[in-house]
């Protein structure tokens, strides 16, 4: 699904809903999305769910094997195959992730950007601006959700506490 339809889809989606009887997904504002918001992590970070973690060790996965990309090792299939599993990632996320409004809200701010960045790069293998911009939309992650999988980064691990390694 192209980024365009992804946007047609969740808008009718938060029209409809808000049309609708209430139904067990009526905490999900999605207007408080578009609100400006601040993004500043909040004083203890919130409790992730499985299919949170799961969605997002699925991303991260797929980041760490794009720096194969970016640094000439991987094809252009290969990368738009990592970007697919980032856009899968994330649909996955939106269908199942059962999160507190406020949350809720704080990770659509990171999903919606990481779902255009990975539609970019699966239609234009040649934007290596699409993974950084990827690795720009999870780089709050950590600091807003409690997800072992991502540790805390510090001010002494560059990179979000990613491993670099050169070839």
């Known amino acids: ?8 889809l969740a808008c009718s ?20 999305h578009a609100a400006p918001v601040s993004t500043t992590a909040p004083a203890q970070r919130w ?14 996965e797929a980041l760490d094997d794009l720096r194969h990309y970016e640094m000439g090792h991987m094809t252009a299939d290969m990368a738009r195959e990592r970007a697919v599993t980032v856009e899968d990632a994330v649909k ?4 199942h992730c059962k999160l507190a409004p406020e949350p809720d809200g704080a990770l659509h701010r990171i999903l919606v950007p990481l779902l255009a960045a990975a539609q970019r790069l699966d239609k234009e293998p ?3 601006s699409a993974v950084a911009a990827m690795r720009d939309a999870v780089a709050g992650y950590s600091d807003q959700f409690d997800d072992p999988q991502w540790p805390r980064a ?6 979000g506490g990613h491993t670099q390694h050169a070839h």
């Not at 699904?1 to 047609?8: G, I, L």
């Not at 996955?92 to 269908?95: D, K, L, N, W």
């Open 1 to 8: 699904m192209r980024m365009h339809s992804v946007v047609v």
């Open 13 to 32: 989606l938060a029209a409809a809903g808000a049309q609708a009887a209430p139904s067990a997904h009526d905490h999900h504002d999605h207007a408080a």
């Open 47 to 60: 409790a992730t769910d499985a299919p949170l973690r799961e969605g997002m060790g699925r991303v991260r």
């Open 92 to 95: 996955f996320m939106f269908a």
């Open 126 to 128: 040649s934007d290596l």
């Open 154 to 159: 510090t001010a002494a691990e560059p990179n």
